[in-house]
């Protein structure tokens, strides 16, 4: 099993639908959860960390369950901007990050 | 954006060269890190510094080796560059959130 799981996609959707992302992680011990999107060519840039008690940032909202070892980013009202991949990155411990494959999100008009 | 800057950008080079790719911040950052991206996987970590000569190994580390004579400055070096080092380099800043920021990239390409 990879340490770090997430669906692929594409997730294509229409603008103003609400889409759901989760990812799956290995390491029970792990404390630390991001969610970071890279656009076609470019680096990945920090969407969200994600807290225990979940937390939202306008349109977005992350939560994490650790009893089922997952944590999820919900946006709301999608843009044609919001198109991306979004990436999951779990902390290991100490200055272990592991990064998942990314989920791809295409947003039509 | 966090100011962090990668050079070269995008590198040709051939099997057997030596290649050095340069990390450079202005956020004082205590850490920094490189990672290559390939098609498939997700970001996998080569090398991390947590202080100027301080270093350790990440995940892929073999045929790297980095250095940091400065905060602001991360080397990696290729000893003797492989197809199979062909990738995206991406150079990512830290501090003690584990929130990290990641340079633009540098594309390399070993033929």
């Known amino acids: 099993r990879k340490e770090v799981e997430q669906d692929p996609g594409p997730f294509n959707v229409p603008e103003g639908a609400t889409v759901a992302f989760n990812c799956t992680y290995s390491?029970?011990?792990?404390?630390?959860f991001f969610w970071y999107r890279q656009d076609c060519r470019k680096e990945p840039k920090l969407l969200m960390s994600?807290?225990?008690s979940g937390n939202e940032d306008g349109r977005f909202t992350a939560q994490l369950n650790r009893a089922s070892q997952y944590i999820s980013l919900l946006i709301r009202d999608s843009k044609l901007s919001d198109s991306a991949t979004y990436l999951c990155?779990?902390?290991?411990?100490?200055?272990?990050?592991?990064f998942g494959p990314g989920t791809r999100l295409s947003v039509l008009p | 954006d966090a100011g962090i800057t990668q050079s070269p950008r995008h590198k040709v080079t051939e099997t057997g060269t030596p290649v050095t790719l340069r990390c450079h911040q202005t956020?004082?950052?205590?850490?920094m890190y490189w990672y290559r991206q390939d098609p498939g996987h997700g970001l996998r970590l080569i090398h991390y510094s947590y202080g100027v000569k301080d270093t350790d190994k990440g995940e892929v580390s073999d045929g790297y080796s980095v250095s940091r004579s400065k905060t602001e400055d991360f080397l990696l070096t290729l000893e003797s560059a492989t197809s199979s080092q062909t990738s995206v380099y991406f150079c990512?800043?830290?501090?003690?959130?584990?929130?990290?920021?990641f340079g633009p990239g540098t594309r390399l390409t070993v033929t």
């Open positions: 390491n029970s011990a792990s404390q630390s």
């Open positions: 990155v779990v902390n290991m411990g100490g200055q272990n990050f592991v």
């Open positions: 990512a800043i830290g501090g003690s959130s584990y929130e990290q920021y």
């Open positions: 994600v807290y225990s």
């Open positions: 956020e004082n950052h205590r850490y």
